[in-house]
């Protein structure tokens, strides 16, 4: 009772979607509530949590960030082949490189914002495909496939930590990924809850200017916000190609919108402020959920965006209509 | 009582921008305990006095002492750490987060420590809280909260961070009367605390009353420092604008009885109750009270922004429902609104454009499509019509001064031809030769037929220019004046005495 | 001459992209000589640039607005998807219907499905206050998805013959559906001048406060605008048919950011209120010239995608430094008028 207290409306309401859609589910499949269910589903996720932490960040601070599928494709893609080209069979090495990677490009994104003064989206739009095509073309777009891939991305994607069987008797376990998960996802909210950082991150989110005034460096600020999210890219990066456990390095980008989807879904204030870790995850569960069980609904899994755009327009609506009505009483006008 | 210590002695600062001398050889010194009105009409260098002070911005010349310590090219940040605080007039607060974390938020930056702690916020929040006395929930977030809490939000940030002189800007402008009461008293509690505390004003109200002194500014150049006990509103008014204000009082000529516009009970929770006026042609109709009197909110009503809960609307006669501006100009209505920049102007657009914003309806040519021309012939009349000062119709607007902007407002409705016209406060940031010419026009309209109803919380500019006055306190009509008691000889001191005493709605009018 | 010049000069940004155009073509021509500038190849920009120029006018048309559609893509797909099912018979019969009765049915589902989805944009921007971007990135989603749930990632191809005239066509030497564009173009030109919803638009970007104040209905304004900007997606989703015979979700995925900047090249302020269409026409050919010139050079889409996000930050960076210097001349000037008063 006291977490319900605890969470906000939004939080609330995603619970009772999830509640009445899982057991919709389940009663067309008996075997989908299965701890081999949830497992799978987390090894598919891994990556969307980890980069809708940064999303949640730079979204929190006011803005919108397009580009980190491309930052985590180069990060990642690019560590691979730097791995295969050196023989490189360090797993901290391989992530160092991604990291790296991100964190660059990240700044790079923070930086043009801070001298173009413009909107976050346009830019990062821009940098997208610029970073993108430098990969194309720096790295190449060469498919490589499982039997090429370096021992600690074969060893990354097998490794298990507890194991269980599914219905047809195969062995599911949880996969290794959720230490990385775990850890971007407690640092994300030890940044955000427990430092000043996290507090000015909030703060410019409310009011840039009231922010600047009251002492932060908000151009400093948003460097580490969008390097931050660099470095989870980084991070995903690697994830990424070893959960596909091969990797098409043009398959990732376009993917921002199914995150930032997440994010906004989980109650994420669009202009700045507000948002939780706990509703982020939510969003991500219900997109999980949509993607892999539509199937046992008689829907084919393509109808999955078509839900997820649905569910985010009803997010958005009742939240902005609330604060319309707020500040047409203030004489406030925001169309 | 005031004590013997300087907390800041400024002397001889100048400021100039390029081209413009904000600041000219002012010297101004604050003592600990005191409490100082800093006032002066918008423009005249003030705020720039106060960035100065803050370290927000550098003087280009002069002294500036902080606890005896000389430290002329110092920043915000040495400002802050010598105790000087400043509460801006929007608060600068963080709405979407709690209490607790606003008042802390600046100590916390200030101690720059790179983790935060929970409880050390809450401790922070509750002991700046109960420094002023007052329970305010530490989980609550800001935007839940009523202007007046905010208020105390702000200055408990201050004190959270040991504030020696706290600079308020216009803290008093949204509050009601008991509000404004009871950040009288904090104030107070503050100064036995040995706080300086600054307010920016300009205008002559309860504030200026508990100051211990008062300081005027015009023009970049300080007038002089005053005793509160010695000045009165038409001396500061004098001081403040270097004129002595007698302009002639405007005198109704029309004798048709009928109303162009009649309200009746009209309510809106929370702004206004049970308002009712009649306007005539050639009315000046004056509506005055403090800010948050309910003022503006009515206008709105009438204008078709603010849809009411009750009571009905009558033009000539006819009962009329107005659901947005659009419908408004149809029946003839016009607004000037209050807030020129936001409100009014499109500040990267022609004069052309500005003027003929209102009317795009009209001047349709062939095939119904927008004659630019006859906007353009329309703008060039306007231009002669209210002398607005511009090379040609295509000036960016954005580079005239606010007198020939606010002239280009008005022309904009000029030429919808309204039969009823409305100006919030049209002469707020307005120079002395603008405002006269800006009072013409008004007196121009009524005597052609034209009801105006003029809001302002400038007693002098009611006094002048309106024939009928109503005062509005907390939501509520309290007295309305006819034309002969508006020819009482001490009207002035009638009004201002109604508009501060703040004694609700019918006691006031019983009286 | 002298006029033009009077023109550009106070006109900056016009006059950057002016001489970003003459550049273009005097560095293709040193490039390519006549085999750039030949019948065929001409032709073929213009059949190419018609679809992008005709989406660039619905993006220019929101940003004029202080908004943005990034669904207009989107919409596009999911229009002729839907149209081209009409064409393939998957909603009547069309050897009954005749081949007049079934385009007419596409041409009319495409755009009525256009605007629609450009209504829905408009109603959850100024009935709901939720932010242009936000608002456009969901329904793009939205949109993408219902496209992709009907589909299932399938293409859907050909269409009556007399249809591809449409898309393959030309009048005289010059295609139909530039021909399209052209008058599309001039309809807008006209609208955004004579009109007084035009002219509504510009007051709104400029500050939506200040026209609610003069008795502008934003909220229509907005409504009418994203629906244009809809019809826009309706009608290059019958080009883009009409020349690919083909409709797949996920084509045309690349004019996103092409349309975004072409506006942004064209003049048009990504914060509202200032720009003219005939900028976005310019920057159209722009655009097409250096797209045709990547294909002679065999540029791979990868590199091509890296010059136009490299190209969209110069133009803002451009844009940014022209504003300051601007500013600062008018610092400068009004400085004088002061001392001299």
Excluded at chain 2, 350 to 370: D, P, T, Y
Excluded at chain 2, 414 to 442: H, N, Q, R
Aim: charged share 15%; net charge positive; glycine share 10%.
């Amino acid at each position: 009772m006291k977490f319900l207290k605890k969470i906000d409306n939004t939080q609330r309401f995603l619970i009772v979607i999830i509640v009445i859609y899982c057991i919709l589910v389940q009663s067309r499949n008996s075997a989908f509530l299965s701890l081999a269910t949830l497992f799978t589903m987390f090894r598919s996720a891994a990556g969307t949590i980890i980069l809708s932490m940064g999303v949640l960040m730079v979204m929190i601070s006011g803005g919108i960030d397009v580009s980190f599928p491309a930052i985590a494709i180069f990060g990642g893609y690019t560590s691979l082949r730097i791995c295969m080209a050196c023989g490189i069979q360090s797993m901290f090495l391989t992530f160092a490189i991604s990291i790296a990677i991100g964190i660059v490009l990240g700044v790079g994104n923070a930086v043009l914002i801070n001298i173009l003064k413009l909107e976050p989206f346009i830019i990062t739009l821009s940098t997208a495909s610029v970073y993108f095509g430098l990969m194309t073309i720096l790295v190449g777009t060469k498919n490589v496939g499982a039997t090429d891939l370096p021992a600690q991305f074969k060893t990354l994607s097998k490794m298990k930590l507890i194991t269980t069987t599914n219905q047809y008797g195969g062995e599911i376990g949880l996969s290794v990924f959720i230490i990385p998960v775990a850890i971007c996802v407690v640092l994300t909210w030890f940044i955000l809850r427990k430092t000043l950082i996290g507090k000015g991150i909030f703060a410019m989110g409310c009011n840039n200017e009231a922010a600047r005034r009251a002492g932060f460096n908000v151009n400093l600020l948003r460097i580490f916000i969008f390097g931050y999210a660099g470095f989870l890219a980084g991070v995903m990066g690697v994830i990424y190609i070893a959960g596909t456990n091969s990797v098409n390095p043009v398959s990732l980008v376009g993917t921002e919108m199914s995150v930032i989807a997440c994010v906004v879904i989980g109650g994420a204030s669009p202009t700045g402020g507000y948002g939780t870790i706990f509703g982020t995850l939510l969003g991500v569960i219900l997109y999980y959920l949509f993607s892999q069980t539509l199937v046992y609904l008689g829907l084919s899994a393509s109808w999955q965006s078509f839900f997820m755009g649905i569910v985010l327009l009803i997010s958005l609506i009742t939240t902005s209509w609330q604060r319309r009505v707020q500040n047409r009483k203030n004489f406030i006008y925001t169309e | 009582m005031a004590g013997t210590n300087n907390i800041v002695e400024a002397e001889h600062i100048s400021k100039s921008y390029v081209g413009v001398q904000a600041l000219d050889d002012v010297s101004i010194t604050i003592k600990e305990g005191e409490i100082k009105c800093l006032a002066g009409e918008n423009g005249c260098g003030k705020s720039t006095f106060v960035k100065i002070i803050a370290g927000v911005e550098n003087a280009t010349s002069g002294t500036i002492r902080i606890g005896g310590k000389e430290m002329t090219k110092h920043t915000a940040k040495d400002a802050i750490d010598a105790g000087i605080q400043v509460i801006f007039q929007d608060l600068s607060l963080f709405n979407a987060m709690s209490v607790a974390d606003n008042i802390a938020m600046n100590k916390l930056i200030k101690e720059g420590k790179p983790l935060t702690n929970q409880k050390e916020i809450r401790k922070i929040a509750s002991d700046a809280l109960a420094l002023i006395g007052v329970d305010i929930p530490l989980d609550a977030q800001i935007q839940e909260l009523s202007i007046a809490n905010r208020q105390l939000i702000a200055i408990c940030r201050a004190l959270a961070l040991d504030a020696k002189l706290l600079f308020m800007d216009e803290p008093t402008t949204a509050l009601t009367k008991n509000e404004v009461d009871s950040l009288l008293n904090i104030v107070m509690g503050l100064k036995k605390r040995g706080i300086a505390v600054v307010f920016i004003s300009h205008k002559l109200d309860e504030v200026m009353r508990i100051a211990d002194s008062i300081t005027v500014i015009r023009d970049g150049h300080k007038i002089g420092d005053f005793a509160a006990s010695e000045i009165d509103s038409k001396k500061l008014a004098y001081y403040m604008t270097g004129r002595e204000v007698d302009y002639q009082q405007y005198e109704r000529k029309n004798d048709s009885e009928d109303a162009l516009l009649e309200v009746k009970n009209l309510t809106k929770k929370g702004n206004f109750e049970d308002m009712s006026l009649k306007l005539r042609k050639g009315d000046i109709l004056g509506l005055t009270g403090l800010l948050g009197a309910g003022r503006t909110e009515l206008a709105f009503s009438i204008f078709g922004m603010n849809k009411p809960d009750s009571g009905e609307i009558y033009v000539e006669g006819k009962k009329v429902t107005i659901n947005n501006p659009d419908d408004a100009i149809d029946l003839g209505i016009g607004l000037v609104p209050e807030e020129r920049a936001i409100q009014g102007l499109f500040l990267s657009k022609s004069v052309n454009e500005n003027v003929a914003a209102a009317i795009l309806k009209r001047i349709k040519g062939f095939l119904g499509s927008i004659d630019s021309n006859r906007s353009r012939e329309l703008s060039r009349k306007a231009i002669d019509q209210f002398r607005i000062k511009v090379y040609n119709e295509d000036t960016v607007i954005s580079t005239l001064s606010g007198g020939n902007q606010q002239k280009a407002l008005i022309a904009r409705w000029a030429a919808t031809g309204p039969k009823i016209f409305i100006l919030d406060t049209p002469t707020v940031g307005i120079d002395i030769g603008s405002k006269a010419e800006i009072y013409e026009y008004i007196q121009q309209f009524a005597a052609e037929g034209t009801g105006v109803i003029l809001i302002s919380d400038e007693v002098e500019e009611i006094v002048a220019n309106c024939n009928r006055v109503i005062v509005m306190f907390d939501g509520h009509k309290v007295k309305e004046y006819t034309e002969e008691e508006m020819k009482a000889p001490d009207i002035k001191e009638q009004i201002n005495r109604l508009v501060e005493s703040g004694k609700p709605g019918k006691e006031a009018a019983q009286e | 001459m002298k006029k033009l010049r009077e023109y550009l000069s106070r006109d900056i940004s016009m006059a950057i992209l002016f001489v970003f155009f003459l550049g273009i073509l005097l560095l293709m021509f040193v490039n390519f000589g006549s085999s750039m500038y030949n019948k065929q190849t001409l032709a073929s920009m213009a059949f190419q640039l018609s679809e992008v120029a005709v989406l660039a006018f619905g993006m220019a048309l929101c940003m004029l607005l202080g908004g943005i559609d990034l669904s207009i893509v989107a919409n596009a797909n999911l229009a002729s998807l839907l149209a081209a099912m009409v064409l393939t018979g998957k909603f009547f019969d069309i050897e009954k219907a005749g081949q007049f009765v079934t385009i007419l049915v596409a041409v009319i589902v495409a755009v009525c499905v256009g605007m629609i989805c450009g209504l829905i944009n408009g109603v959850i921007i100024s009935k709901f206050s939720v932010s242009p971007i936000v608002t456009t990135l969901s329904t793009m989603t939205l949109y993408s998805g219902l496209a992709m749930g009907i589909t299932g990632g399938n293409s859907i191809g050909n269409y009556p013959p007399a249809f591809l005239k449409f898309g393959t066509g030309s009048i005289g030497p010059v295609p139909i559906v530039f021909v399209t564009a052209c008058i599309v173009f001039i309809i807008l030109i006209l609208a955004l001048d004579r009109t007084k919803l035009g002219h509504e638009i510009h007051y709104i970007g400029e500050n939506h406060t200040a026209s609610r104040f003069t008795g502008i209905n934003n909220e229509n304004v907005i409504i009418k605008v994203y629906t244009i900007s809809g019809l826009m997606a309706g009608i290059a989703s019958l080009m883009i048919m009409a020349r690919s015979n083909s409709a797949r979700v996920g084509y045309g995925d690349t004019y996103q950011l092409q349309v975004i900047m072409i506006a942004v090249l064209g003049g048009i302020s990504p914060s509202g209120g200032k720009g003219r269409l005939y900028g976005v026409f310019i920057a159209t050919f722009c655009l097409q010239l250096m797209q045709t010139a990547f294909t002679l050079w065999q540029f791979s889409p990868y590199s091509k995608k890296l010059i136009w996000g490299m190209m969209l930050l110069i133009i803002m960076l451009i844009n940014m430094a022209q504003a300051r210097i601007s500013r600062n001349a008018k610092i400068r000037e009004m400085s004088v008028k002061r001392s001299a008063s």
